[in-house]
């Protein structure tokens, strides 16, 4: 098991940036592949970012590739997700995500573990 919780968010003008942070506790972080998803009202909950638990390696969805950058401090049990220039198509609920396989995954249904999530709004 383990448990994860966002901080972060909050209101930014567009252009801006905002940095989440995802803490974890329970189970050794570094066995899991972590993520970040963000989710409108009446809208699937769409991949973000992940970043895998081998090497490290990160991958993007196409709309955030440039302005976001993920990273994990395992030694402190944190995943973070720097976000720039953001657009008033970012705004949305963005949760942290954690799975027990080896390779990243863009799906939501592949992770295991979800934290509460964390409102993020862009204005224009």
């Known amino acids: 098991q383990v448990q994860l919780v966002e901080s972060g968010g909050g209101l930014v003008q567009a252009g801006g940036s905002l940095r989440l942070s995802c803490a974890a506790s329970g189970r050794t972080f570094s066995r899991y592949v972590v993520g970040w998803f963000r989710q409108v009202p009446g809208k699937e909950r769409e991949f973000v970012a992940a970043?895998?638990?081998?090497?490290?390696?990160?991958i993007y969805a196409d709309s955030v590739k440039g302005r976001f950058t993920i990273s994990r401090d395992n030694a402190k049990n944190t995943v973070t997700l720097q976000m720039n220039s953001l657009k008033p198509e970012d705004t949305a609920v963005y949760y942290c995500?954690?799975?027990?396989?080896?390779?990243?995954?863009?799906?939501?249904?592949?992770?295991?573990?979800w934290g509460q999530g964390t409102q993020v709004t862009v204005s224009s």
């Open positions: 970043s895998s638990r081998i090497d490290g390696s990160t």
């Open positions: 995500a954690a799975r027990v396989g080896a390779g990243v995954a863009y799906s939501p249904t592949r992770y295991d573990y």
